[in-house]
């Protein structure tokens, strides 16, 4: 399966952009998420969401400030971001898990990158300051 993340850009401090993700039609994740990569540093959890109930989970970094969101229509995922910052800078991955657990994850769970299992090419989010 593979996921198309775009929106990435340039943005002054403050702005706001809005990231998205494809996922292929008749494809279904159970769990999707964002997360980021800046250079020298190693990948984090951003936010995720249960794709049935759209129950989110975010970092504490862009809580209040990100919003994740998705189109069961579109089969996509969405993050905005508002009030950027310049440590917001990195490249942004969104991703998906198929797997049916049969139980509710906890948040852990979400942040977890090594839980999920099909992953898009990242899309570069500048912030200058």
């Known amino acids: 399966v593979q996921l198309q993340a775009c929106g990435g850009g340039l943005v002054q401090a403050g702005g706001s952009l809005r990231l998205s993700c494809a996922a292929p039609e008749r494809t279904f994740n159970a769990r999707m998420g964002w997360f980021r990569q800046a250079p020298g540093k190693e990948r984090e959890f951003v936010a995720a969401l249960s794709w049935r109930s759209g129950t989110s989970y975010y970092a504490d970094s862009v809580k209040g400030r990100f919003t994740i969101s998705r189109d069961g229509v579109k089969n996509t995922l969405y993050l905005l971001m508002n009030s950027l910052k310049s440590e917001d800078t990195a490249d942004y991955y969104c991703?998906?898990?198929?797997?049916?657990?049969?139980?509710?994850?906890?948040?852990?769970?979400?942040?977890?990158?090594?839980?999920?299992?099909?992953w898009g090419q990242g899309t570069l989010v500048t912030v200058s300051s």
């Open positions: 991703a998906g898990d198929s797997k049916i657990l049969g139980y509710n994850p906890s948040s852990n769970y979400y942040s977890n990158a090594a839980n999920y299992n099909y």
